[in-house]
């Protein structure tokens, strides 16, 4: 009896859990075609397919904030031709090879799509595959290049409205006047002018396979390069349209023996895209593509108005081929410099120059993560003060410390303030500052102020001296910096100001939002104190007036060499190294990045790009740091080692001891003398990292005081 009574109890449970799984799935059905019906509607409507004309075709163009255009937006290298005109052995080779059920499906081919899926999982990405000739062609017209299953499921959506808009003949025709053939020929006809020199019309069966074999990948198999690659994939073409029964064996092998010539030609593309301040207008384009998709970005005549000053650009541009030549010339290992300036009031990026020459390295360097070295610190004292842990005033152990199992060498042996901790670049003060803030909220203290490359991985106490697994772009640690000239309100950093249809109908416009990440008064003590960097410590290359703020960041072996600064009107942040991280070697950010950004502020001011100081200082660089009140009788020397031999005119003599943020240079080198100071109070951390600080608070309210008649207004 209890065995019947356990098989009908089993029997239930089975009965019920079926039941529920049934309503599950046809819930979650429903859930997924309702979505699947939205987001077909929203695709449509995002990209404006219900409008789209592939025939028309308007100029457009991005402008400066001060009205100079710095793009224009069209395809200038297509050749367009109808469907009539482009020979039949093309359009057999291209559909055979690239989608041979292209007549049978409705803009995506089920199998292939998944056989392709089927990839993406064993490869756990998305891989390329799969794809009918009208998704390659809402790719080309819509969307970006990115192998990403989001991408791909809207790629699926938009080939599918395609599909009802227009016939197939209409499709194919769009898709081989606009599909990549290699050297710069979009279309079919202008890769039939240039790889053969007649018209598309006029291609036999040897010269149709080998242009169908190029779009697969046309860096790799255009003939004129590479023409044992194209023959193979001419091959495999003439195999496919034999199996499809579309030509016989003897049009195959007259066709692989065909001896053709393909003509020599130069590809002018680089030259016809040409761009006014490209790492900047490039990176633009890369936003509106995101935005509208490739055909609306550049055939639908929009008006695009950015936050760049054509005139700043241009000085960062000329100071930035002026210096890497000039390092050049005195043997200095410096290929390459990024220099990008924000506005404190909104975020507007002024200028922003990704490398020294486009033509050879694409590479933004103004939006690629470099190790921030010692310019990372005044973000994370900023953090600490705003906490009331310590003030300017506060005494902070600057010895020699193993922190655990983290040792930081210093070159002074004793306390100083916090003032003169950040002036003259001391790490083991800066570790202890990190240390009582926590690893924790220092890290959130960096993501509020922008820093969208910190990872799990930073969560160590290297942190504090800018050791990061990725490091910071140079664009995010001016726009940081830029909090401190603003009262502690941090803006994203933004490009795009606004964009405008062919018929002047605004589609973008951007609306700035401040983020208050420091109180005011944490921001005008931060800038005080990034004045002192300036006005006599590590930075002290970098002044003009006396009222300019900014740090110097320097890493091991010199790779990275940094200057950050601001006033009120402009935050500017530059970078000093090689492209292939190769080491500078001998050299701080305060010998090279800073005389840098001394030198385009002062452009600006000539060019009336930003206001002119009433006086001007030549900067004066004495044999060491100069003795601080804080630390009578005792000579403090920065960890972040300026080279003493470099005249303030930059020009060097003999590299002397450069060592980097993180040098290990002996703390009891001659010179370096105890310091007296008063007995060090231990300051508790968070829960976030236990350990011990060395830290003599003093008075550590941010919002007072303790010696108002020093405070100085904020530049």
């Not at 219900?50 to 069209?74: H, M």
Request: hydrophobic share 35%; aromatic share 8%; proline share 6%.
């Amino acid at each position: 009896m209890d065995q019947q009574t356990n098989k009908k109890s089993f029997k239930h449970f089975w009965q019920v859990t079926a039941l529920v799984l049934s309503v599950v799935g046809l819930l979650s059905a429903i859930g997924a075609t309702f979505w699947l019906v939205r987001e077909y509607q929203q695709v449509a409507l995002r990209y404006g397919l219900d409008s789209f004309n592939y025939q028309s075709s308007n100029k457009g163009a991005i402008y400066s904030s001060d009205g100079v255009v710095i793009a224009e937006l069209s395809n200038k290298n297509k050749d367009h031709v109808p469907l009539e005109k482009i020979s039949e052995p093309m359009k057999k080779s291209i559909i055979a090879i690239e989608d041979h059920r292209f007549y049978d499906h409705f803009g995506v081919d089920v199998i292939g799509t998944l056989r392709a899926l089927f990839k993406d999982i064993v490869h756990g990405e998305a891989m390329e595959g799969g794809s009918t000739i009208t998704q390659q062609l809402v790719r080309n017209l819509f969307l970006t290049q990115d192998k990403t299953f989001s991408r791909k499921i809207t790629e699926i959506l938009l080939a599918v409205n395609l599909e009802r808009r227009f016939t197939k003949d209409e499709i194919l025709e769009m898709y081989l006047n606009e599909i990549y053939f290699g050297n710069g020929c979009y279309g079919v006809e202008a890769a039939a002018q240039k790889y053969f020199g007649k018209h598309a019309a006029d291609l036999d069966l040897a010269e149709a396979t080998m242009l169908a074999g190029i779009p697969k990948s046309p860096n790799n198999f255009e003939p004129l390069h590479h023409p044992l690659e194209n023959k193979s994939r001419q091959q495999d073409t003439l195999s496919r349209m034999l199996e499809l029964k579309l030509i016989n064996p003897e049009q195959a092998r007259e066709a692989i023996q065909e001896q053709v010539k393909v003509h020599n030609f130069t590809n002018k593309t680089a030259q016809n895209n040409h761009y006014k301040f490209p790492y900047f207008t490039t990176e633009v384009i890369n936003q509106l593509v995101e935005m509208y998709g490739k055909e609306r970005v550049f055939n639908g005549g929009l008006k695009v108005t950015t936050t760049l000053d054509s005139r700043a650009a241009q000085a960062a541009e000329d100071v930035a081929r002026q210096k890497v030549a000039e390092f050049r010339r005195r043997g200095i290992r410096a290929s390459n410099m990024a220099i990008v300036s924000v506005s404190p009031r909104d975020g507007a990026i002024i200028a922003l120059v990704g490398g020294v020459d486009f033509s050879k390295d694409q590479n933004n360097l103004a939006l690629l993560p470099r190790q921030p070295g010692s310019a990372i610190k005044p973000i994370n004292y900023a953090g600490a003060l705003d906490k009331g842990i310590i003030n300017e005033n506060t005494v902070l152990n600057a010895s020699s410390k193993k922190f655990g199992n983290y040792y930081v060498s210093s070159h002074t042996v004793g306390s100083v303030t916090v003032s003169t901790a950040l002036k003259y670049s001391m790490n083991v003060p800066a570790v202890e500052v990190v240390q009582s803030l926590g690893i924790n909220n220092t890290i959130k203290n960096l993501k509020r102020f922008g820093i969208s490359t910190v990872t799990d991985s930073d969560a160590n106490l290297a942190i504090a001296l800018g050791g990061m697994y990725y490091g910071i772009k140079p664009l995010e640690m001016a726009a940081a910096y830029a909090a401190f000239a603003n009262s502690g309100k941090y803006y994203k950093p933004y490009m795009i100001k606004s964009v405008e249809d062919s018929m002047g109908n605004v589609l973008y416009q951007h609306d700035s939002q401040p983020d208050q990440v420091i109180s005011s008064r944490t921001a005008q003590i931060m800038t005080k104190m990034l004045q002192e960097v300036v006005r006599g410590g590590t930075g002290v290359r970098a002044n003009i007036s006396g009222n300019e703020a900014g740090k110097t960041g320097t890493t091991d072996d010199s790779r990275c060499l940094w200057f950050v600064g601001y006033n009120q009107e402009i935050s500017t942040a530059v970078w000093i190294g090689n492209s292939n991280n190769r080491p500078v070697s001998g050299y701080s950010g305060g010998d090279l990045a800073a005389p840098v950004w001394r030198e385009y502020m002062l452009t600006l001011m000539e060019r009336h790009v930003i206001t002119e100081p009433e006086k001007k200082y030549v900067p004066v660089v004495t044999t060491g740091p100069p003795l601080d009140e804080d630390v009578q009788k005792n000579q403090v020397k920065t960890d972040e080692q300026p080279n003493q031999n470099v005249p303030s005119d930059g020009n060097p003599q003999t590299p002397d001891n450069a060592a980097g943020d993180n040098s290990k240079a002996n703390p009891d080198e001659p010179g370096s003398q105890p310091v007296e100071s008063p007995p060090a109070t231990p300051l508790p951390p968070d829960n976030s990292n236990p350990g011990n600080s060395n830290i003599n608070q003093g008075n550590t309210n941010p919002n007072t005081s303790p010696n108002p008649a020093n405070q100085q207004p904020v530049p």
